[in-house]
């Protein structure tokens, strides 16, 4: 009898197929391709160095890219930067594919989108007039954002699906709507393990301390804006 081969499991197959397309095309697409690709790639917890050893290269090959000082990367170099992040990615147990390629569930999800280059919190802060509300700063890139009518969305997620609302990435901003207090958005973050890059209050009726307490403790960043979700939403598509 011939030794017995391992077979990827179909729906790993699927889900990486779909996740090669999506990232690919993303980059071709992209008027930034270079940042594209390092949004994708610490998306996957994936250092320079890492991804070059995987490509025969070295991080300064990677870094030219990504920082566009190098021209756009072709189709084939584009395929073999996705193709070795999604090989790291099954070496360590296929935890980034698995998260991506989770289904958004409509149930309490008004808006959802996935950003073809990193935005700076501090420019979708201004975008949508929101303040901050918390002692965090909002140095940081945002890749996406999730905008939640909150009272349905903690009602209807238990903890192993929240992680519906990250999408293709946890380097996104959280905005809830409907929020009287702010302190159940805040606990439903503090208590499970994937975490945003920041949080937004749209039209709060006021923040209790202890949601502020909660994102310092954190170390994310929580905003609040007079903008309804519709005008939230609205603003985010100029983005």
């Known amino acids: 009898m ?3 081969l391992y077979t990827r499991p179909r729906v790993g197959r699927l889900v990486a197929a779909e996740l090669r397309e999506k990232i690919a095309g993303e980059v071709v697409l992209s ?3 270079g940042r594209t690709l390092r949004k994708w790639r610490e998306g ?3 250092s320079q160095r890492e991804l070059s050893k995987a490509l025969d290269t070295v991080p300064s090959v990677i870094s030219d890219y990504e920082a566009e000082r190098r021209a756009s990367p072709g189709a084939t170099f584009i395929r073999h930067y996705v193709d070795a ?3 790291i990615d099954t070496r360590n147990g296929r935890r980034i594919a698995q998260r991506l390629g989770s289904r958004p569930h409509t149930e309490g999800i008004l808006g959802m989108r996935e950003f073809a280059v990193a935005i700076p919190l501090k420019s979708i ?3 949508l007039d929101a303040k901050s ?3 965090v ?3 940081r890139d945002i890749h996406g954002y999730t905008l939640l009518d909150a009272p349905r969305a903690i009602l209807s997620m238990d903890a192993s699906r ?3 609302v990250y999408g293709w990435t946890t380097q996104r901003a959280l905005i809830f709507s409907n929020v009287k207090y702010g302190r159940s958005p805040m606990v439903a973050v503090r208590a499970h393990p994937l975490k945003p890059a920041a949080v937004i209050f749209a039209n709060p009726g006021r923040i209790d301390p202890l949601a502020v307490r909660l994102s310092e403790v954190e170390n994310i960043p929580l905003l609040s804006t007079s903008l309804g979700p519709s005008d939230v939403l609205r603003r985010l598509e100029e983005l």
């Open 137 to 139: 700063d909002l140095l």
């Open 2 to 4: 011939g030794p017995t």
């Open 162 to 164: 929240f992680v519906e």
């Open 125 to 127: 802060a201004d975008l």
């Open 31 to 33: 008027p930034h391709p």
């Open 133 to 135: 509300a918390s002692n």
């Open 44 to 46: 996957f917890q994936v």
């Open 85 to 87: 992040l999604l090989d």
